[in-house]
């Protein structure tokens, strides 16, 4: 019980999903449903009439609803004289009775999710109804699509761009799409962009389609009424018997049917889409704790006024729009005027665009409503940040998607105080979205300015998510990977939030049983446990790529000190002496190991089979070639142990990926230095556990990489030891029997070969010093040199005995030797006592057990004995050797026996021929038989599963014959030798003589089978002839010859001939690869031949086991290099592997699949641009033609003006001379008026009146404006009231900076100016007067920074206000010092409360401060003792104040001479 309750804490701590989805497992459909209604009801209401009064018609309820759709209650007697119907009053809340599953009559069959909802539903309920009760994952990002309902065209290019973009960003960034949710208009086009990604992208996810429609207007709609859910509801999509009502669109996934208890209005749901839109808005993106909030977008295509309110509403509110251009109506209006100065957009043009773009609607606009509308679109202009225009013409755009990504981050980075913090949230939000484009184009730019250490959150994120397109763009700005994971915590962090796999699986095993095991050691109770301490380590992680790698590899990453969470009682506890050993002896192993940000990343992502990821990491290692190599061992190490076919077939499709590159730059470093090229295959590497490429290569069974020249050339030097490879074999033999020639230059060493070399370098060099007279260079070179010197007579010996060349020759003529004398014993001396000869060839024996058990115990690699055996036993020799050895000691026990003399001898004769074929492996090394041994082994196994094919036809006719010829045969052997052994030689042509009565001999069989040595004869009859049908055993003959001895050994012969076509090609690299295990075997055999080998085996013995002396490590297989050679080396190989990158990126650009890829996206890019200049290029072409006609105009008239004059010599023209039209097309630099705008805003503050629109034309008293009619307000909440003579007052003030669309006093005290102060304290933060601060105050009510201010009463002194926020005593001394101060500004300002005739004016006075003063010491104490209420500020661009305070702030700064 204890041991589930750990594991299931330990799975929690890991947050491994795999692990939780088999806790809990999916409840059934039906349960599903259940939980779904009940939860429903619950939650959700409807909203229904309870008082039926008649409307227009007897049966319709002003509601809208029949007389029938009423309840009972509802409907009162005809007498009944009550109050009227009132929609607040007579509308109730229910439990809904519309939800469930939405199913559409079509082809393909679509089944979305609705439900019925009230008008007051709370969003965030709404929220969960949409993550947890449909499931859908929390949105990156939401997109409001809005605009025209009815009527509605697109044109086919923007229609195309609009349904790939649209699609494209919500697929890309996981985004929901929010629209009306029927099938009209921009709804019906935001269906079938849905429908026909679904239709062509099958295999992708969803595409989440919400649709916000009012229930009332829903045709068809009782088809989805039902009390207990709809599971699905069958709805029939009538276009043409809708009338005024609406379809749902057949393609969204999702509706809220939004319900206010009236039927036929449309609108009822803007509301309830706009409150849900806001509170998507304010969760976390991601559900993080902290982080951006998920972005809003608004996509209006066409539309009219009401869609115009929508764009107006959602900018306030700070949601970015893309109007589409070219989608008609007010869409149109916004884009043809969006690029105007403000004073250019007039009432009279937004006249002329409504009617050129609404045609008839224009008739039916008032002059009011245009001039709300002006008012409207000149602030949504004002807005630019919040506006962006997709124009098709516009290149800079590109597509539809692009367009709603870039508007989203232009409007993130719209407020100049946030700097950096504005560009990490839309780094953030790139990264939700997964837009590498768009981060690339928009966020790293010249002006973003990035540290390291700013990313780092970013890199996590994206590696996290899986985005490795966004880790290469962070490393390529700025991201240092050494910094990122310098702190162990990050990458520990990084392996808790591994995908659930494979790996994962097994780590969660290993903590969970390393706490196990630790706590039956410490024997912790179970109250000692925490949670905490069952966290993955760096250590648990080592431990398991270490199992992965390989045994003989040391631990990757240092154990942890400190790994699990005890109490100081625990702690208290003592290990036993061999855990602190082993545990000392592990930190000793790991002292120095090296840490690789590149290797902890490429490891990170091999481990979760993540190829991108990998790519990239693999291209920042230090060891690049170990690193892959150590790759493909773990990858086909996971692939082996894991369970999941599909996926062990990935990871080994990745481990040959990883062998590609590691052979590449293997390649590439062979064909620079083959000398650095072969050190690298045997140099020690620190940062993969201290072993080597080649080990790696051989773990990971990587034929191909051992097959290389490079690596064969160093297995060959190894080979031939100290002596040349070029010797002729011949030459080697003659010197092994005559070994005085190799004092002569019979045989070459590789000593002799260096010392040429140098020799040849020196003559060289002596020759350059000749020519050119340089002498530095040269004495350095010199210096430099390494002297060798020639090898002594004494090592020439040594060298060529112990060369594994020359050991694999004598071995072959020992065991010649071997096999002549077990011969001759077996066949001319084996006597009852043994002889010299025999007890010679047990000797011999001997000593080839005592190299078998040598073999199978030595192990300088460390693997251990478990894989050393397995190692040893997993080749077929060794299996012949072991094999061999226990038939000659059973044989040799029998032989000794008397009773079983001859037995023995016959083992001991079937144990030579074991010996023989153990022979054959003398011919692995070499090239031309090595190969062909293999085809050999590969058609054994071919002809082992023939003879099963085979002894089904030999026993079929055995059996048929046996019977027919022979009556009750009851000898066993007789009976196998006729059923079995004589069939099998008919195959080899030995035709049986009983069959045919013509070859039928009496005397050749028994009649009874009484004669042991004759087969029982056949049936006969009276005359002693044969009684079997001889035309039947005849036909079985022939038929069995012809199966058996032309199909099936012509079958046998094929399948020989298709094996060694298959493995003809793969012999070579196969024998390449089992070359190194004769190499190393040879290499680590002591000199001498079997039987002299014996005496090598007892020193061996004595100097190991008796004197304890550590084995001679051999430097040929595994070396290590010193710091600076290493380092140097390293660097080589990161050359060579940047050539090989280079060279694999130009083979794939010239692929003829790269080369037709190009060449139609060039095709598409200049189509799409022909198309865009064929529909814009007509439209331009016509204007140019219009503004020529005008022209031509404007001259005919200018000429006839001319000729009047003219006709009229010394009297004027009756005409006015005409002004002819400029065709400078240069932009307007006129300078906009600076009219108010806070002063204008529609919305009045803290209230719910609506200003008299006033658009920018009509803004100074000067200007006309007949339809001005601004409302009186006058709030009663403000400070000091005026008499009610205040309305008769009102024409004495007029706001100095124009009208702002309502009269009276406002929100403010009084009429007239209200003076207010601001009041700028100013110090140097240091002496050095590097940074200029000022005081700042907390307004908690609006819950931001602001400048102490306040009313002000007179102009001598501060507010009085200020004395609740500074006290008293400071308040006087600050006071005091008011003449001192400077007046920064002075003047109107531009308020929100401002109206007609009460406006604010200010005073903004700045008293700056010297550090060492008595008021600043006070001061200071202030705002150490107010925890926040005061604050000193940084003069900066970052400061967050009002726009007005910035402004102010803005001036102290420029009087001060700092920069802003």
């Not at 010797?727 to 010392?755: A, G, H, K, S």
């Not at 059996?959 to 022979?966: N, T, W, Y």
């Not at 390449?1072 to 007892?1098: C, D, G, N, V």
Request: a neutral charge; aromatic letters at 10%; one cysteine or more.
């Amino acid at each position: 019980m204890e041991e589930d309750e750990v594991k299931s804490r330990l799975f929690h701590s890991l947050a491994i999903s795999a692990v939780k989805a088999s806790k809990h497992l999916p409840a059934s459909p039906s349960f599903q449903r259940c939980a779904i209604a009940s939860w429903t009801r619950e939650s959700l209401h409807k909203r229904e009439c309870c008082f039926f009064e008649k409307g227009v018609r007897e049966d319709v309820c002003w509601c809208g609803y029949l007389k029938t759709d009423h309840v009972d209650e509802a409907i009162k007697p005809e007498d009944f004289t009550g109050e009227s119907w009132d929609k607040h009053k007579h509308v109730r809340e229910v439990p809904t009775d519309a939800f469930g599953d939405i199913s559409f009559g079509d082809l393909v069959q679509k089944t979305g999710k609705y439900a019925r909802v009230s008008t007051d539903t709370s969003p965030e309920i709404l929220y969960e109804l949409l993550t947890e009760q449909w499931k859908l994952s929390p949105p990156n990002l939401l997109i409001s699509v809005t605009g025209g309902a009815k009527n509605f065209f697109l044109k086919a290019r923007l229609k195309n761009m609009f349904h790939r973009g649209l699609i494209k960003v919500a697929q890309t960034t996981g985004a929901w799409i929010l629209t009306g949710g029927t099938h009209a208009g921009v709804m019906k086009h935001v269906g079938q962009a849905v429908r026909d990604h679904a239709l062509s992208n099958s295999m992708q996810g969803q595409i989440v389609a919400i649709g916000v429609a009012t229930w009332g207007i829903i045709h068809n709609r009782d088809a989805l009424v039902h009390s207990e859910g709809c599971f699905p509801a069958h709805y029939e999509t009538d276009i043409k018997g809708q009338g005024r009502l609406s379809c749902l669109d057949n393609n969204h996934t999702h509706f809220l049917l939004v319900d206010d208890g009236t039927q036929g209005h449309y609108g009822v749901e803007i509301e309830l889409r706009s409150r849900l839109e806001k509170c998507i808005s304010g969760k976390r993106l991601g559900n993080k704790e902290s982080g951006v909030t998920i972005p809003v977008v608004c996509v209006v295509l066409d539309g009219g006024p009401g869609t115009l309110n929508t764009i107006y509403n959602a900018m306030l509110n700070g949601t970015p729009c893309v109007i589409l251009e070219g989608s008609g109506r007010i869409a149109d209006v916004i884009a043809q005027v969006a690029a105007l100065p403000l004073a250019r957009v007039t009432i009279a043009l937004i006249h002329q665009l409504m009617k050129k773009f609404f045609g008839q609607e224009y008739e039916n606009f008032s002059h009011l409503k245009i001039i709300e509308w002006t008012k409207k679109i000149q602030d949504i202009i004002r807005m630019s940040h919040w506006l962006t225009i997709f124009r098709i013409s516009d290149d800079d755009h590109g597509d539809v998607d692009v367009a709603i990504l870039q508007a989203l981050l232009k409007a993130s980075r719209t407020s100049e105080t946030l700097g950096v913090e504005s560009w990490k949230r839309q780094l953030e939000l790139a990264i939700a979205w997964n837009r590498v484009d768009i981060a690339e184009t928009e966020i790293f730019t010249e002006e973003s300015q990035w540290k390291s250490s700013d990313l780092h959150w970013a890199m996590f994120s994206a590696l996290v998510g899986n985005k490795p397109q966004f880790v290469s763009l962070l490393l390529e700005n700025g991201v240092s990977l050494r910094d990122f994971l310098q702190d162990e915590e990050t990458l520990c962090e990084l392996y808790k939030q591994l995908p659930g796999g494979f790996f994962l699986r097994k780590l969660a095993k290993r903590v969970h049983s390393s706490c196990r095991r630790r706590r039956k050691v410490l024997r912790i109770r179970k109250r000692a446990h925490t949670g905490q301490g069952e966290l993955i380590s760096m250590t648990h992680v080592s431990d398991e790529v270490r199992h992965l790698l390989g045994s003989f590899t040391h631990a990757l990453y240092p154990p942890s000190i400190v790994s699990y969470d005890m109490s100081t009682e625990v702690t208290s506890v003592s290990l036993s002496k061999s855990q602190t050993g082993s545990q000392l002896l592990l930190v000793e192993d790991n002292a120095d190991a090296q840490r690789d940000p590149g290797r902890d990343l490429f490891l990170w992502a091999v481990v979760q089979n993540n190829k991108e990821l990998a790519e990239i990491a693999w291209e920042l290692c230090r060891d690049c070639m170990s690193a892959a190599l150590a790759a493909s061992k773990i990858l086909k190490t996971m692939a082996e142990e894991g369970s999941d076919a599909d996926v062990a077939e990935a990871m080994r499709e990745l481990a040959n990926h990883y062998e590609k590159h590691a052979i590449g730059v293997f390649s590439e470093c062979h064909n620079s230095d083959g000398e650095r090229a072969r050190k690298l295959l045997v140099r020690v590497s620190p940062f993969w556990g201290r072993t080597t490429c080649l080990r790696l290569a051989l773990e990971a069974d990587d034929k191909s990489f051992v097959a290389q020249s490079g690596v064969q050339a160093l297995l060959t030097q190894i080979w031939c030891g100290e002596l040349s490879v070029d010797n002729p074999v011949w030459r080697v033999l003659i010197c092994m029997v005559f070994f005085p020639l190799i004092y002569t230059r019979f045989l070459v060493f590789r000593r002799d070969e260096v010392l040429h070399r140098e020799a040849e370098k020196k003559e060289e060099i002596k020759t350059v010093e000749k020519v050119t007279g340089s002498t530095v260079r040269i004495n350095s070179r010199r210096h430099g040199l390494k002297r060798l010197k020639p090898l002594s007579s004494w090592y020439r010996l040594v060298h060529l005995y112990s060369s594994p060349q020359v050991k694999f020759y004598w071995n072959i003529v020992s065991y010649s030797a071997f096999l002549f004398l077990f011969a001759v014993v077996l066949m001319i001396d084996f006597q009852a006592t043994p002889s010299a000869g025999e007890l010679l060839l047990y000797v011999w024996l001997l000593s080839l057990v005592c190299e078998e058990v040598r073999q199978l115990f030595y192990d300088p690699d460390g693997f251990g004995f478990h894989k050393k055996a397995r190692m040893y036993f997993n080749e077929l020799w060794n299996i012949l050797d072991v094999l061999s050895i226990l038939l000659f000691i059973i044989g040799l026990a029998l032989r000794l026996t008397t009773e079983l003399f001859y037995a023995g001898k016959i083992l001991l004769c079937i144990d030579f021929v074991v010996f023989c074929l153990r022979f054959m492996a003398i011919f692995t090394i070499s090239r031309t038989l090595g190969p062909k041994i293999i085809i050999v082994r590969r058609m054994m196994t071919d002809m082992f599963f023939f003879m099963f094919l085979m002894s089904i036809w030999v026993v079929a006719y055995g059996v048929a014959k046996q019977g027919i010829l022979i009556h009750n045969d009851n000898r066993l052997d007789w009976i196998v030798r006729g059923a079995i052994y004589e069939p099998y030689l008919i195959i080899f042509g030995n035709f049986p003589t009983n069959i045919d009565y013509a070859a039928f001999d009496i005397d050749s069989c028994s009649m009874n089978g009484t004669d042991p040595l004759k087969p029982k004869c056949p049936v006969l009859n009276d005359d002693q002839t044969p009684a079997f049908p001889e035309w039947l055993t005849i036909i079985l003959l022939c038929v069995y010859l012809l199966f058996a001895n032309i199909l099936l050994l012509n079958l046998l012969i094929a399948i020989f001939n298709f094996t060694f076509q298959t493995v003809q090609d793969n012999t070579d690299i196969i024998w390449m690869f089992q070359r190194y295990e004769l190499i190393k075997e040879y290499h680590s055999r002591p000199t001498a031949p079997p039987p002299f080998i014996i005496f090598s085996h007892f020193y061996l013995f004595i100097r190991n086991m008796a004197l304890c002396r550590p084995p001679v490590v051999s430097k040929e297989f595994k070396s290590e290099l010193p710091q600076v050679e290493e380092e140097e080396l390293l660097s080589w190989e990161a050359l060579m592997k940047d050539r090989y990158l280079l060279s694999s990126q130009q083979e794939q650009s010239q692929s003829m699949e790269r080369r037709i890829l190009d060449t139609s996206q060039k095709v598409t890019t200049i189509t799409d641009r022909l198309e865009r200049e064929e529909e814009t290029g007509s439209a331009a072409m016509m204007q140019r033609l219009a503004r020529l006609e005008e022209q031509v105009v404007q001259s005919t008239k200018a000429l006839q003006w001319i000729m009047d004059s003219l006709k009229c010599p010394g009297f004027a023209a009756k005409e006015a001379q005409p002004t002819l039209a400029t065709t400078d097309e240069s932009p307007d630099t006129e300078k906009e008026d600076g009219f108010h705008v806070n002063a204008r805003q529609l919305h009045y503050p803290n209230s719910k009146l609506q200003r008299f629109p006033v658009p920018e034309e009509k803004v100074p008293w000067e200007v006309s404006f007949s339809s001005y009619m601004p409302v009186y307000y006058a709030s009663e909440d403000s400070g000091d009231h005026v008499d009610g003579s205040e309305s008769e007052a009102v024409g004495d003030y007029r706001n100095p900076g124009g009208r702002t669309g309502i009269k009276g006093r406002g929100a403010l005290s009084h009429l007239g100016p209200n003076r207010n102060a601001d009041l700028v304290l100013t110090r140097m933060r240091d002496s050095e007067r590097s940074v200029l601060e000022y005081l700042a105050v907390w307004d908690e009510r609006h819950g931001t920074l602001a400048l102490p201010g306040g009313p002000l009463q007179s102009p001598d002194h501060l507010p009085v206000t200020l004395k609740k926020t500074m006290g008293k005593m400071l308040y006087e001394k600050i006071n005091a010092k008011v003449s001192e101060g400077t007046k920064v500004l002075e003047g109107y300002v531009d308020d929100c409360r401002n109206t007609d005739n009460a406006w604010v004016e200010i005073t903004v006075l700045n008293i700056h401060l010297d550090r060492t003063s008595q008021l600043m010491v006070d001061i200071n104490s202030m705002v150490e003792s107010s925890r926040g209420a005061l604050q000193w500020r940084e003069v900066s661009g970052k400061t967050r104040l009002g726009s007005n305070q910035r402004d102010s702030l803005r001036q102290v700064a420029e009087l001060h001479n700092r920069k802003f």
